[in-house]
């Protein structure tokens, strides 16, 4: 049950932890520490931390164009002005912060903030597979990329988008 645990914005201060997290949750996708800082100076309100004490997971999550994810372990620069879709570049949490819920009250919260920017959809670069985020309302659209453009998250990593106009 999520009570114990909420989702709250990230600061500098919790980027320490959420680089363990990722280091813990995605050994095989391994991404920089100025990664997470670059994500969270240009989209504070898109990088959350959960929390009751310590942080047991994290969100990195942006406006960006669709169909054009961008690559692991890549600065952005900037947000493109022209952003169409709420981008989860990320969401970590650790073992014992499963199974509460919370993945599903941050992916709804995210759903909710790209419905009130104007966007009319949420893509993600799945690596775990595509039945978790279908159950999240996503469906893979993989073969709308580029050939290569997921070469950078591994050979099974699929491109999901959930539409906001149907919710």
Known sequence: MATDYHWRPAGTGDLDAMIRIADEVHPDHPEDSAIFAERLALHPEGVLVVANGAPGGYVLSHPWMLDRPPSLNRLLGSIPAAADTYYLHDIALLPDMRGRGLARAAIEALVDRA??????????????????????????????????KLASYGADARYMVRDIDGD
């Open 115 to 148: 419905g009130q920017a104007g966007l009319r959809s949420v893509s993600l670069v799945s690596v775990i597979g595509e039945a978790y985020w279908q159950a999240f309302g996503f469906h893979d659209v993989s073969a709308r990329i580029a050939p290569g």
